[in-house]
C-alpha cells in the first residue's frame, strides 16, 4: 500500500464565493462582451424586481463609461425602486446565495441570491476596488462602499455617509469598475441587451448612456404596473415525498399532519385532507408534523396522485400579456405581420405552474441582419425567462431547441434562416429551470418544452395564412407577368397567322381573358400597345 | 413610498447545499436517465482519480440493480484505490465544495468537490436514505452511512463498524438507493458512458453489472499506470492582479515581494525578478508581501507581460497518449482508417496548460447508428475532459462546436451527418473550463477552441488521403461498370450497323481500351463475350 497521507493533507473546506471566483464562467463571466452584458443584466433585473414588488413604475439608467488609463469600464445602474434597508445592504451585494428570493414562491426575474454579489466579485478581481452603494430606503440615505470576502463569503460594508431624509427619494445606485470587460453594439452586447429589455418590459423607462456617447431612452408605452406577483403555496401535485417531510419538519405551528397539510400547500382543503386519509390509511394523520416518517410521506404522495385537485394557483404567474407585447414589439419592430399567443399557464414537475407567451413579427424590422453583412435577414429568436433577456448559451436552451424543431416549411416559411421573421417566446414562472447559475438558458423539461413547440405552432398558423395570401398574390402577379411579356407578339403572330392588322384588338380581347382570371392585378400592367398600330411580322422562321 | 419592509423580512442566507437541492439540474440531476449517468459519472471519475493519485491501476465495479417494489434501483461503485480516512470521510461525501482537488493545481477529473456529495443529496431527496460506504484506508476498515444537513451543508455520519486490519484491502465502496432514476442503453445511459469511459482509459478495468442482467468486462488494454499529474505552481503569464495580491496576502513564509514571488510560481529566477523589479522599478520589491497594493501588483503584472518566458510547465498534464487511443479505439471500434494526434501541450488565459487530443476513425463500428433505426451511420463526436466522458449538453460544447465548424467536405466527408465516423476529442488539463457545475460542456475559450480545430483539421487532413483514394477507387469504379453495361448492347449494335456477327470481337476490343484506361480494376469483370469472334463496325454514323 502506498503512503497516501499527502493526499489526503490537502483536504480543504471552500466557501460558495471561492467557488464561483474559481469558476466565473458559470455565472456568465466568460469572454469581454459577455461579462458586461451579464453585469448590466444582473443589476436591471434586480431594479426590476424591486420596483414591481414595491408596486412603481421602474425608471432605470444606465450609465457606462470608459476608463481609458487603466483599460476598464464604470458601470453605474440607478433605479426608483424602494431601495434596501442598511441591515441588509452588505448581503444583498456582497454575499452570495443570500437574499428575499431563494425560497419564495413567487415570480421573479431574480432566484439565487448569486448575481449581484457576483458583480461585486467580479469587480474586486478585474480592478481590485468595492462596489459604491447609494440605498434611499424609507427615510434614510446610506453611502457606502461593499465588498466580498472570498474565504468565508461574508460582506465588508464600509458605510462613508448616513442621513435622514424626507422620504421623498427612493432607490438604489450601483456604481462599479470593471476590467476584463468589454462594450460592443454586436447581438450579445449591452445595447442589445437593454434593447430587448424594454422590448419585454413596456411599462419600465429605461435610460442607457453607453461609452460612445450614444444616449438611448426606451420610454415605457404602457402606463401600468404589471399586476405584483404573490407569493404561493406549493401546490401537492409537485411534492417529492423529501418536500413533504421537510415542510413537516419545520413546520413548528401545525400541531397536527392534518393541519399542517391545509396550512403548507395550496388547494388543500379540509375535505381533500379527508379523501387522502382515506387513501393513505396506514398513516396516523393527528400525529405531529415533526414527527412523520419517510414511508409515511411516501405514502401520502401516492395519495396526493390519486386525488384529483384544483389546478395550481396561478395568480402567482404574470405574464407580459398580449396587448403589451403588441405595442412593444410592434413599435420597435414595425413589422407586416405580429400576432401573440395568449395561453393559460400550465404545469410543469407535477406543480410549478408557468406559462408561455410567443409572439412572430414577419417583415418590416424583424429579423435578424444577415451575418455577411448583406441586405438579407435571417429568423431571430429572441428568449426571455420572467421578461429577462436570455442573449447567451442559445444552442444549449430549451427554448431555442423548441423553436428550431417546428417544421417552418409548414408555415409558409421556406427557411428560417433566411426569411425576415422573428420569433419572440417568454417563459413566465415561479421557478425557471435554467441550466446554469448564470442563467441563460433553460432546462429541457418536458412539459415546458410540448408547451413552448404547442404556443409556437398555434401563432405559426395564424401567420401561415398571412403568408400564404402573400405567396398567392406573387404567384398570381408573377404568372400574369410572364402572359403579359408574351401578349404582344403572340397577338401580332396570331393576327398575322389569321388576319393582318388585326393584332391590337386581337391583343384586347386576350387581356381581357387574363383580366377576369387574374383580376385583383390590373391597373398598374405597362401601357405599351395601348393604340398600337398592329404590327405584322412574318414570324414563319421562329416556328419550328 | 409604499411600505415595504414586509420584502426584506423574508431576507435569508442559504447554504450551498440548499442552492444546488433547489438546482438538481444544474449537478446533472434532469430526467431520470441522465441522473442515473450522472450518479455513475462522479462515482466512477472519483474513483479513477483516487488510484491514479495513489499510483495504482484502477480496478472498478459498477453494479446496478433495480428494487422493484419501490421503482428505485441500487447503485454500488468499488474500486481498488487508497481509500478515504475516517477524519475526512463525512466531508468528501457528506458535503459540498469540500475535498483534495479544488484549490490543487493538478490535472483531475473532479476538481470541484462537488459531485458525490451532490449524489448523496440526491439519494437523500429520492428516497430518503443515506448512501452506505465501506472504506479501507491504511489498516482500517470503515463502515458507515452518510447524509448531507442540508441547512448547513455538514456531514451527518454514523459509523456501524470500525475495525483494524492488516492492509492489504484498500479501496471505497459507496453503496446507494436513487429514485427518479432510470436504465437504458441510450446514447445517454450508463452503459454508453461506462463504454465511454472504458475507451479514454484503457489503463483501467471496468466491470459492470447491469440491471438487465447483462455483465460487461472492459479489461485493461494497457498495463502501465498513467504518469501521475503534478501538482504545479501557477505560470506567472497567467496570473491577474487579484491573483498576485491573493497569494502575496496569504504567503506567511516569504519576507519579500522578491522572494514571495520564487517561491509561489513556477519559472520564476532570481534573474527573472531583478527583470521584473527593473521594469516596475517604482514597486519595493524589499517589502513583505502582506503589503503589496492593488496598484503596485497591476504593475507587476504589467512587467510579467514584457519579460519573456519559458512556457508553463507541462508534466502537469497527462494526456491519454497517441498509442493508447489507438489500442483502445481500434479495439472497440475496429475501424477501416483511425489517425490519433500527437501535440504539445498549449496554454490558455495566459497561464493554464493543456493538451487537445483527437482521434477520427472511418468505418467499421465507428460512426452513430441513425436514430431512424435504418442500417445508416452518421457521424460522431465523442468528447472527453480529462479522459471523463462528456455525454450531455453537446450542442452547447465548445468541443462539439469546433468539430461542427470544420469545412468537413475539404477532407472528403460530403455531410458529417451522413457517415461512419467517430470524431474523439479528450481537453487535458489542469483546470478545464466547464459551463456548469454539472462538468458536462467545455466552455468556449478562445485558445482552447482554436485548437481544437487545428488539431481536428490535422488529423482530418490524413484521414483525406485515406478517403481520397477510396473515392477515386469507387469513382473509377463506377464509371467503369457504366462503360461495361453499356458494352456488350453497343458492341451488338455496332457490329450490326457494320457487318454481322463481329460483335464479341468488337466486345473485346473495347474491354481492352477500358482496361487501359481503369486498369487497377480489371479481373472480376464479368466473362461473357470471353471467347466471342472479332467484329469490325464503320461507326461511321454516329460521327456528326
Known sequence: MVATDKIFSDFQEHSVAEFFKKNKQMLGFAGKTRSLTTIVHEYVTNSLDAC???????EITVVIAEIEKNNSYRVRVEDNGPGIPKKHLGKALGMMLAGTKFHRYA?????????????TMYAQLTTGKPVRVVSHYDKKRIE???????????????TSAEEDTDGSEHGLVVDGEFADVKYDKSAYGVYEYIKRTAMANP????????????NLKFP????????????????PMGLSTHDIIDYAHHDAQSTRISSFLQNSFTRVSSEKVKELQAIANEVDFSKKPSELEWAEAEKIVKAIGKVKWIAPATESIVPIGKRQIEKSLGGILKPQFLEVSERSPKIYKGGIPFVIEVAIAYGGDAG???????????GDIIRYANRAPLIFDAAGCALTQAVKEIDWKRYGIKRFEEEPVTVFVNIASVHVPYTGAGKQAISDEEEVTAEIKNTVMEVARRMQHYLHEIIKEKDRAGRRKVVERYLKQLS???????????????EEKMKKLIENKYPSLMGEGD??????NGGNGKGEKEER
Not at 411599462?203 to 450614444?214: C, L, R, S, V
Not at 401601357?527 to 398600337?532: A, I, K, L, P, S
Open 527 to 532: 401601357e405599351e400597345g395601348e393604340n398600337g
Open 203 to 214: 411599462h419600465a423607462t429605461i435610460t442607457f448612456a453607453a461609452p460612445d456617447g450614444e
Open 492 to 506: 401580332i403572330d396570331l393576327a398575322d397567322l389569321a388576319e393582318k392588322g388585326k393584332a391590337s384588338e386581337l
Open 220 to 235: 415605457r408605452s404602457v402606463e401600468e404596473v404589471p399586476p405584483k406577483p404573490k407569493a404561493v403555496q406549493p401546490h
Open 368 to 378: 435578424r441582419n444577415s451575418e455577411n453583412g448583406g441586405s438579407g435577414k435571417s
Open 144 to 158: 457606502c462602499t461593499i465588498s466580498i470576502d472570498f474565504k468565508t463569503n461574508q460582506p465588508n460594508i464600509e
Open 107 to 119: 415570480q421573479q426575474r431574480g432566484q439565487q441570491g448569486i448575481g449581484a454579489a457576483g458583480c
Open 52 to 58: 414591481e414588488e414595491a408596486g412603481m413604475l421602474p
